[in-house]
Structures are given as structure tokens and as C-alpha cells.
């Protein structure tokens, strides 16, 4: 019974290892193609490095067959200073010719990387907001960094390894052949047997690697993960434990890493003793042919070096293999991230946004983060006047975020329409658009920089004076001038040496100094005390007369004033509409809210 359960473990194991085994020879690298495709773009760097690949693999073939016409012919010892010379200037030829191979591969090398990179971080920029709710950022870091460059080392290093190996092998046999072309016969024979072994081993390196590869960038992820909830672990001092979570983490990653390098040493290691086992037959038949007089003594000599040229480009073949089979795993894990297909961007013809002249309209929209998951706006049918203020309450998690979110354009509606300029935003041109929008969302994000670096982000050529008249608005200049280092002081980490307030201070900063015409505040001011809500409050107030304002707010004294407040309601969407003296007194949600002392 309970081997039979063993037995089908095993069975099912096996056949897991044969779909993942089929999945992967499916998934296709490009690798070649791609290697092409970089010919084409550094066409002088490629072929200064190939000339200079096949040349020292020729100078490597000559050295045999130039010993040979000096040992055949009749030896004659005052030759072997000439002889010395000769090899000495060969090898110092090749050494230079390496040289320049190894400089313009590596630059090469690096240009590819940096290329990929690029390509990577285009791309994650790109993508929707949805990728990162699903992807884990240190993931899509370790292939940023970590994949791109085994790209693009072996995008250079392995067209040129075969090159050369491919040079010096058909050199090699040329010279061995013309040397004795029977011993010669037997030597090739042994090493295509060897060869087939080699392709096969790669394959199975190539499986154990993506498998590696994969647990790697789990751990990373994890560990990326943790390291930035770093205030979450010291305010449970739960290092002790983390540090255990690293530790059985890594022996995961240990457990995946010892299969491929356990196996890849087992072949590495049987295939480099077969190949230099050659020599041994190479000997052990040329002292045979010797003592049969076919050949003279000597020449035994000029066979074994010239034998010796061909192991070395098979044992370059195996590792160039070895890590054709790394490269095509990161081109396949990048793969994973230029794939995906960004669904939020710009039609065809996109409609320049010069100014957001008419009213926001959200028409019969219906809205879920995804298929399946319940609806969060359900026929949704709202006109936002231009010029108007709004506020927008409701319960926690009723919503309220999703609809700035779908103003920024974050989401697509999965029906219905927002329309700007009475034309629906998925025909706008995002980025014209979102020029005139300020947003300030509830959890600020700060940029490792300074204070002027962070206000400047929305206006990129302000100057010192405007920012400084910003801050000022947002009551956070004071705070400045009194830090010795004032505008320029470092902000850390995601704001790390601010307080809450402060952050939301650089946000509100960040909006007076873009001056927009649509401004949607969540929550812009709820980290800030009474009193200095207050001051900003009035502050918004002048910001906000004349553009269009949606205001997601709890305290009455954020929406009091508003010209329109709209009241979510979960499940049941929009359930009133109207002034705060009329909502006040409405029998309804509202109501309940304010009488609940729900709304100060
Ligand atoms: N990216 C997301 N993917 C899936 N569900 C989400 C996502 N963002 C929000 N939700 C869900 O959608 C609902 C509405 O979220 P939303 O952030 O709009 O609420 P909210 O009204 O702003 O609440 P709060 O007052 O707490 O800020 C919530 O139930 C939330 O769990
Ligand atoms: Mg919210």
C-alpha cells in the first residue's frame, strides 16, 4: 500500500519534470536571432573582435604544424634558437590579439546590458498599475540587474568562444591530419563521441538552471520585500525571526543550487577527463606507429601538441554551451517582463490635452479590480462641473481612491465612459492630460533626495523661488529654513526623516507649484493637526477657486465649504448628492454620518 503510494509520488513527480522539461524546450530564447540583431547594431566592435577571435585561434593551430617542419626533414639542433623565436613571437601575437578580443567583447558586452536594461525599465514603466499588484518588486529588480548582465556577457562571449573554438578545431584537425591522417582518424572518432555526450548534458543543465534560477529570484523577492517593511520588524523586534525566514529561504535557494552545480561538476568534471584522456590515446598511438616505423619519433612530439589543439575548443565548446543555456534562461525570464502587454496606453491617434476646458462626466461606468472580484462602481453616472469643488465620503473601502484612480488614468472603466472635454480619456494623450492634474493621494510617496529635488517633481524647470513660494503655501517653509542644510536637506528613503505631516506638507507643496486645473486631494490633509489644517485648508480654498476640485476627505472642514458632496455608499454606489446645509439635515446616509460625529 504504501510503496504503491510512493510509486505514484514518484510517477506524478516524473511527469511534473517532463512538462516543465517540454515547457521549457517549447519557450523559445531568441538568443541567436538576438545575437544577430547586435551584430547588425555594433557591426565595427563585432567584427574587430571576431578578426582578432579567428586570428589567435589560427596563430594557436600554427604553433604545431611550424614545430612539425622543424622536427620532419631531419632535425637539426642549430635550429632550435630560430624555432624559439619563432614560438615566442607566435605567442606574444596571440596574447595581444586576446587582448584587443577580450576589450572589444567586454564593451560590447556592457553596451548589450545597458541596452537590455533600458529595454527592462522601459518596460517597467509601461506596464499598468495591475503589474505590481501581482508581481513582486524584487523579482522584476533581480532580472533587471542580475539577468541583464548574463545577457549581455554571453551575447558576446559566446558567439566569440565559438568562433574561436570552431576556428581552432577545424585548424586543428587540418594540422593533425596533415601530420598523420590514421592517428589523426582515431583521435576525431573518440571525440564525437564525447561531443554528443556534451549536447545532452547541456540540456538538462539547462532545465536545472531556469529551475535555479527561478528559487533565486523567489528569495530575493522575499528578501527585497522584507528589508522594506523594515519599521514593521523593529516595532515587533522580530529580527530574530526574519533572520530565521532568511535562513530557511537560503536553504532553499541552497537545496536548488546544489542540483545544478552538483550535476554541472559531474559533467564538467567526466567530459574534461574524457577530452584530456585524448592525449593519452594520442601517445599511446604515435609511440604505436613509431615503433611500427610509420612515422618517425620526432614527430610523436608535433601530434601530441597538435591533439592538445583540439581539446582545448571542445572544453570551451561545453562551457560555451554551459552558458548558452544561462543566457537563454534570462532572455526567457526577461521575456516574462517585455511580454506583458500594457493595457493603459495611448490610441492611435491620441487628442493633445492643452487645457481642461469643459466638465469631468462619468457615464454609466462599472468598475472591478478584477474580473470576478465584486463591483466597486456600479453604473456610475456623475457630471463634475468644471470649475466646481466635490467632495466625495463614504465608508472605508467603499471606494472613494478608486475614482481619483480612474481620473489618473490607473485603470480603464470595464464599461462606461469618463469623458474630458466630452471625449472619453482612453482617447486623450495621457501625458498632456495629466499635465494639468494635481493629485495628492493618501500615503505620499517621497523620493531619496532633497526637499527641492521632491517639489520640483511636478514642475520640472521651476525655480528655487517658485518652489520656495510653494512650500511656503503648504506651511512647510518654516520647517525648512530652520534645517541647517534648509532646501537642500536629504529627505531619505521613501521620506524616511519626515513625519507624516511633513510628507503631506512635500505633497501639497508639490500641487501649489503645478497650479492644475483639476485637483484631486485624498486625504490630502488627514496626517496634519487642526491648526495646521486649518491654515492649509485656507490655502486650498484659494487653490481650488476657479478649477475643478474633487476632495476625498473625512473632516467636515475639508468638504464643508465644497459646492457638491457626493455620498458612497458600499454595494449601493452613489446614494446622495447635494450641499453640506442640505445633506445635513436629509434624512439618509449622510445624515447618519454627521450625526454619528462620523464627519469632524
Ligand atoms: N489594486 C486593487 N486591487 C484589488 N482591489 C482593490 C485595489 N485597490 C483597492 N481595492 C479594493 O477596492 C475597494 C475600494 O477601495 P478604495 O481604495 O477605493 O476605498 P476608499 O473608499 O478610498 O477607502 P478608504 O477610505 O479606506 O481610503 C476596497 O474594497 C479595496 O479593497
Ligand atoms: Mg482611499
Given amino acids: 500500500m504504501k510503496k504503491s503510494k510512493k510509486f505514484k509520488k514518484l510517477k506524478l513527480k516524473k511527469?511534473?519534470?517532463?512538462?516543465?522539461?517540454?515547457?521549457?524546450?517549447?519557450?523559445?530564447s531568441g538568443f541567436i536571432s538576438a545575437i544577430f540583431k547586435y551584430y547588425k547594431v555594433y557591426p565595427v566592435l563585432y567584427t574587430i573582435a571576431i578578426t582578432a577571435t579567428i586570428l589567435a585561434s589560427v596563430l594557436t593551430v600554427i604553433i604545431p604544424k611550424v614545430t612539425n617542419t622543424f622536427l620532419t626533414n631531419g632535425f637539426d639542433p642549430n635550429k632550435i634558437i630560430q624555432l624559439t623565436y619563432i614560438l615566442i613571437s607566435l605567442?606574444?601575437?596571440?596574447?595581444?590579439?586576446?587582448?584587443?578580443?577580450?576589450?572589444?567583447?567586454?564593451?560590447?558586452?556592457?553596451?548589450?546590458?545597458?541596452?537590455?536594461?533600458?529595454?527592462?525599465?522601459?518596460?517597467?514603466?509601461?506596464?499598468?498599475?495591475s503589474y505590481y499588484e501581482t508581481s513582486k518588486i524584487g523579482e522584476s529588480l533581480t532580472k533587471l540587474i542580475s539577468d541583464t548582465e548574463i545577457i549581455g556577457d554571453n551575447m558576446q562571449a559566446i558567439p566569440l568562444a565559438f568562433l574561436s573554438a570552431l576556428v581552432t578545431f577545424i585548424g586543428g584537425i587540418i594540422v593533425t591530419f596533415s601530420i598523420n591522417w590514421q592517428m589523426s582518424l582515431i583521435v576525431l572518432g573518440i571525440i564525437l563521441?564525447?561531443?554528443?555526450?556534451?549536447?545532452?548534458?547541456?540540456?538538462i543543465i539547462r532545465i536545472l538552471n531556469y529551475k535555479w534560477r527561478k528559487v533565486y529570484t523567489e528569495v530575493n523577492a522575499d528578501v527585497t520585500d522584507r528589508i522594506s517593511t523594515i519599521a514593521l520588524i523593529?516595532?515587533?523586534?522580530?529580527?530574530?525571526?526574519?533572520?530565521?525566514?532568511?535562513?530557511?529561504?537560503?536553504?532553499?535557494?541552497?537545496?536548488?543550487?546544489?542540483?545544478?552545480?552538483?550535476?554541472?561538476?559531474?559533467?564538467?568534471?567526466?567530459?574534461?577527463?574524457?577530452?584530456?584522456?585524448?592525449?593519452i590515446v594520442g601517445l599511446v598511438t604515435g609511440l604505436h606507429f613509431a615503433s611500427k616505423g610509420i612515422i618517425e619519433p620526432a614527430v610523436v612530439i608535433s601530434f601530441m601538441l597538435s591533439v592538445n589543439t583540439l581539446i582545448f575548443p571542445i572544453i570551451q565548446s561545453i562551457q560555451f554551451l554551459t552558458n548558452?543555456?544561462?543566457?537563454?534562461?534570462?532572455?526567457?525570464?526577461?521575456?516574462?517582463?517585455?511580454?506583458?502587454?500594457?493595457?493603459?496606453?495611448?490610441?492611435?491617434?491620441?487628442?493633445?490635452?492643452?487645457?481642461?476646458?469643459?466638465?469631468?462626466?462619468?457615464?454609466?461606468?462599472?468598475?472591478?479590480?478584477?474580473?470576478?472580484?465584486?463591483?466597486?462602481?456600479?453604473?456610475?453616472?456623475?457630471?463634475?462641473?468644471?470649475?466646481?469643488?466635490?467632495?466625495?465620503?463614504?465608508a472605508t473601502g467603499v471606494g472613494k481612491s478608486t475614482i481619483s484612480k480612474l481620473l489618473?488614468?490607473?485603470?480603464?472603466?470595464?464599461?462606461?465612459?469618463?469623458?474630458?472635454?466630452?471625449?472619453?480619456?482612453?482617447?486623450?494623450?495621457?501625458?498632456?492630460?495629466?499635465?494639468?492634474?494635481?493629485?495628492?493621494?493618501?500615503?505620499?510617496?517621497?523620493?531619496?533626495?532633497?526637499?527641492?529635488?521632491?517639489?520640483?517633481?511636478?514642475?520640472?524647470?521651476?525655480?528655487?523661488?517658485?518652489?520656495?513660494?510653494?512650500a511656503k503655501k503648504a506651511n512647510l517653509s518654516d520647517y525648512i529654513e530652520e534645517l541647517p542644510d534648509k532646501y537642500q536637506t536629504m529627505l531619505g528613503e521613501r521620506g524616511m526623516n519626515l513625519s507624516g505631516g511633513q510628507k503631506q506638507r512635500v505633497a501639497i507643496a508639490r500641487v501649489f507649484l503645478k497650479n492644475p486645473e483639476l485637483l484631486i486631494l485624498d486625504e490630502a490633509t488627514s496626517a496634519l493637526d487642526n491648526i495646521v489644517e486649518k491654515e492649509i485648508q485656507a490655502q486650498f480654498n484659494k487653490l481650488m477657486v476657479g478649477r475643478t476640485s474633487i476632495v476625498i476627505a473625512h473632516r467636515l472642514s475639508t468638504i464643508k465649504n465644497v459646492d457638491q458632496i457626493l455620498v458612497l455608499e458600499k454595494n449601493r454606489g452613489l446614494v446622495q448628492t447635494?450641499?453640506?446645509?442640505?445633506?445635513?439635515?436629509?434624512?439618509?446616509h449622510f445624515k447618519n454620518l454627521y450625526q454619528a460625529g462620523l464627519m469632524d
Fill in 15 to 28: 511527469a511534473k519534470a517532463k512538462k516543465e522539461y517540454s515547457e521549457i524546450k517549447i519557450k523559445k
Fill in 91 to 129: 605567442q606574444v601575437g596571440s596574447g595581444i590579439l586576446m587582448y584587443i578580443r577580450n576589450l572589444t567583447g567586454g564593451l560590447i558586452g556592457v553596451k548589450i546590458e545597458i541596452e537590455y536594461r533600458n529595454k527592462v525599465l522601459d518596460q517597467l514603466l509601461k506596464v499598468d498599475m
Fill in 193 to 203: 563521441i564525447i561531443a554528443v555526450a556534451a549536447i545532452f548534458s547541456v540540456q
Fill in 234 to 279: 523593529k516595532s515587533n523586534a522580530t529580527e530574530e525571526s526574519e533572520m530565521k525566514r532568511f535562513l530557511s529561504e537560503h536553504k532553499r535557494y541552497y537545496g536548488a543550487s546544489k542540483k545544478t552545480i552538483n550535476f554541472n561538476s559531474f559533467a564538467q568534471a567526466l567530459l574534461v577527463t574524457l577530452l584530456t584522456g585524448i592525449n
Fill in 324 to 394: 548558452w543555456a544561462r543566457a537563454s534562461t534570462a532572455i526567457l525570464r526577461i521575456n516574462e517582463i517585455l511580454d506583458v502587454k500594457p493595457k493603459i496606453v495611448d490610441a492611435d491617434k491620441a487628442i493633445k490635452v492643452n487645457s481642461i476646458s469643459g466638465d469631468i462626466i462619468f457615464k454609466n461606468v462599472n468598475f472591478r479590480y478584477k474580473e470576478g472580484s465584486p463591483w466597486i462602481l456600479k453604473d456610475f453616472d456623475y457630471t463634475f462641473k468644471k470649475g466646481k469643488s466635490y467632495a466625495i465620503v463614504g
Fill in 408 to 470: 489618473l488614468r490607473y485603470y480603464d472603466p470595464e464599461s462606461g465612459e469618463i469623458l474630458i472635454n466630452n471625449t472619453n480619456l482612453k482617447q486623450l494623450n495621457l501625458k498632456s492630460y495629466l499635465g494639468h492634474v494635481g493629485y495628492i493621494e493618501q500615503d505620499p510617496q517621497i523620493l531619496y533626495g532633497d526637499f527641492t529635488e521632491n517639489i520640483r517633481y511636478t514642475k520640472q524647470n521651476a525655480t528655487n523661488a517658485e518652489i520656495a513660494a510653494a
Fill in 578 to 588: 447635494g450641499t453640506f446645509e442640505e445633506l445635513k439635515v436629509k434624512e439618509g
